[in-house]
């Protein structure tokens, strides 16, 4: 911008020495020379500029415009005519016309610099009238909202109800009929409904005071029996040292009689040396066992003095896992006199290793007292589960014995009622195999140890459902419990009843569902290890009369033979089976045919159906893999299980109502596929259907029994 005032003023200045010198220029860039002030010069001429601008006709200024550029056409046309001729009078006509031309594109400068005045004068005219109009919109807009507002204020006094209309009043009869005259005043009341409503509210008024002071006589008498009552109770408690002493006098009487006060008060009083976990364990089992299962049992157990002598070191803070006494101390710091019992204490002390032994016992500490909890069936058999609490792991770990069993022998039977089986998986994916408490890993990797699985047979099993039993929920995130964040797993304090309370009823029903499912499984392993399979009265009907095949022999598997089998590699790939399942082998044979069983019962049984792989051995090898009449055999037992699921109990008997399955789809197989070799005994129309030649598997229990496919 200051470049282009510079130069208007050197083409004025030419301007005037062209005219000096009579130099004739084209009418239409001629520039009007005004007298510009003294001063700011570039100021000066924006202002001037700026005022011409609104002075000059925008039409004269485009009609210039258009003028101007013609003469410039003209003009490059005429040098390069005057170029051609190169002669020194076409030069010097050549400078003239650059001259000439040059004043010209300083003039269409100027237009140029008019015309942005103009536009910026109109683009300012603009916003000045935008802004005119927002400010107007906007006014329309509080206009408007203070209109919907004066007329919801005017809607809320219309619907406005005062607060004696919320008051129920006595009826108008009854009004008049008990109210004196001078409240009721009917005379002027019955015409005027305004004043009928004043004297009921009056009438209603007195009544309240009338209550108001019966309520206040009953509180006083309150506070009398409140009074009374208080002052029995002060004799109730010293009554209470006299009546000590006659609990410890009848004591002999308590025993003859088999009164278990005694106990009772000792119980409670062992349990208070209980860490919070396990205390709030025995609080609510022993409470969910007086108000609804009579067949539980509660006991505390443990060394009593070594939980004193604990609890007094605990407190005293000395049985603090970090403090470890790894580090010397400093010789400097210590008084000369100390610095030779220190000499005499370092030579009795103990090795690094010796250290780390005693870090991952006192690691792996068990509280000296425990909970047990004894859950029994009506035919007496029980399991007896004790609960412990690892002081510096803070886990409650389990330790369950399956007692009485009477008539139960075999080696299956006793492998399913270890002690490191009975309860897994009791609710779904907890097997116990690792610590809840995510802290535990750190722990005793810190000292050396490996994982805590390895550590399970001295410590007992760490079940979830165990830790929720005693309140602890490492699982929980959230911070409402206690005022806390239950996410700080590890902390004792992190115990809640309402956790142990929520889960106590649930999980005593599982236990004792469990204990009965794995008794009825041990029947059926039993029966089956005999050769005989057991059939429950309300399946019978499911089934044929007769079978061809039979049960030859029936083994425990272990988890390594059965993963590498060639029938098993799907399950074990899909993780239908694992390594948790218990794994039987199964011979059933029928003539010259062998079928090769590998069965795996859940942990879950009966909530679980066992899973059957067969490899029938009978004029070569067939399997799923290869034969699709095995698959369908699979698909019969391992599929439609839940047919079987019928009648009262039908979950005790259902291994043994699989295996029956199976043999019968067996005899079904063979009858079907070699009638010669295998007599038919079974009812059936056609022994195949379907393109993929379908055995009829399914049986119908009607006229005497018929075998049809699916």
């Known amino acids: 911008m200051v470049k282009e005032s510079v130069s208007d003023r050197e083409v004025r200045e030419v301007t005037i020495k062209k005219r000096r010198k009579t130099t004739t220029a084209p009418a239409s860039s001629t520039l009007a020379i005004a007298k510009i002030p003294e001063g700011d010069v570039y100021k000066n001429v924006m202002e001037f500029e700026e005022d011409e601008a609104c002075l000059r006709d925008p039409e004269n200024d485009v009609l210039l415009f258009k003028n101007t550029c013609d003469e410039i056409r003209k003009a490059m046309h005429e040098v390069a005519e005057l170029k051609k001729k190169n002669t020194e009078q076409a030069q010097a006509e050549i400078a003239e016309k650059r001259t000439a031309t040059s004043l010209l594109f300083v003039f269409l400068k100027k237009l140029n610099r008019l015309e942005k005045f103009r536009t910026k004068k109109s683009r300012d005219i603009l916003n000045k009238e935008k802004q005119q109009v927002d400010s107007y919109h906007l006014q329309l807009q509080n206009l408007l909202y203070e209109k919907l507002h004066l007329k919801k204020e005017v809607t809320k006094c219309l619907e406005f109800k005062s607060k004696d209309e919320e008051i129920d009043l006595v009826p108008v009869e009854e009004f008049f009929k008990e109210a004196p005259e001078h409240i009721s005043r009917p005379e002027i009341s019955k015409s005027d409904p305004h004043q009928l409503k004043l004297a009921r509210l009056e009438w209603e008024l007195l009544q309240r005071k009338q209550l108001a002071d019966q309520c206040q006589q009953l509180q006083e008498a309150k506070e009398k029996v409140a009074a009374e009552i208080q002052s029995k109770r002060e004799r109730m408690e010293n009554i209470t040292p006299r009546l000590n002493n006659i609990l410890e006098v009848t004591q002999p009487l308590q025993d003859y009689l088999g009164l278990p006060l005694d106990k009772v008060r000792k119980q409670h009083q062992v349990a208070y040396l209980l860490p919070r976990p396990l205390y709030i364990l025995y609080v609510q089992a022993d409470a969910y066992r007086e108000a609804c299962d009579k067949l539980m049992t509660v006991i505390v157990g443990g060394d009593e003095e070594e939980a004193v002598r604990l609890q007094h070191s605990m407190a005293t803070g000395s049985n603090d896992l970090e403090n470890n006494d790894d580090s010397d101390s400093d010789p400097e710091l210590e008084a000369p006199e ?321 295996f029956l399955r199976l043999i019968s789809c067996l005899d079904i197989h063979l009858e079907a596929s070699a009638p010669n070799e295998f007599p038919r005994d079974k009812v059936f129309f056609k022994p195949v259907r379907g393109r993929n030649r379908a055995r009829p598997y399914k049986y119908l229990p009607i006229g005497g029994g018929i075998f049809s496919q699916r």
């Open 338 to 658: 100390d610095i030779g019992d220190r000499q005499k204490r370092h030579n009795r002390k103990m090795s690094r290793q010796d250290r780390l032994e005693e870090r991952k016992k006192r690691l792996l500490l068990s509280h000296p007292l425990y909970v047990e909890i004894q859950i029994k069936l009506p035919d007496n058999n029980h399991i007896v589960i004790t609960f412990h609490y690892l002081i510096n792991l803070r886990v409650v770990t389990v330790k369950p014995v399956v007692g009485f069993l009477q008539g139960f022998h075999g080696i299956s039977a006793n492998d399913l009622i270890a002690s490191q089986n009975i309860l897994s998986e009791l609710f779904h994916g907890d097997d116990g195999s690792e610590s809840p408490n995510v802290a535990n890993h750190y722990q005793l990797s810190n000292v050396g140890l490996d994982h805590f699985k390895a550590y399970i047979p001295l410590l007992g099993i760490p079940y979830i459902w165990a830790q929720r039993l005693a309140g602890l929920d490492f699982m929980a995130s959230r911070p409402d419990v206690g005022g806390e964040s239950r996410g700080a797993v590890g902390n004792e304090e992190v115990a809640c009843p309402e956790v142990s309370q929520a889960s106590m009823e649930s999980v005593v029903k599982a236990i004792r569902h469990r204990l009965k499912a794995r008794l009825a499984l041990c029947r059926q392993v039993q029966a089956f290890e005999a050769g005989g399979i057991p059939v429950l009265p309300a399946l019978r009907n499911m089934f044929a009369t007769k079978f061809g095949a039979e049960l030859a022999s029936w083994h425990i598997a272990t988890w390594d033979d059965y993963k590498v089998a060639s029938t098993t590699q799907r399950l074990v790939q899909a993780g239908a089976v694992t390594r948790a399942d218990n794994l039987y082998r199964a011979v059933i044979n029928r003539g010259t045919a062998r079928l090769i069983a590998l069965v795996a019962v859940k942990p879950d049984y009966p909530r679980s159906p066992a899973v059957f792989s067969l490899n029938l051995h009978w004029n070569g090898e067939h399997n799923s893999s290869n034969d699709d009449a095995i698959r369908d055999m699979e698909a019969e037992v391992n599929v439609h299980w839940r047919e079987l699921a019928k009648g009262r109990g039908w979950g005790w008997g259902l291994l043994a109502a699989q």
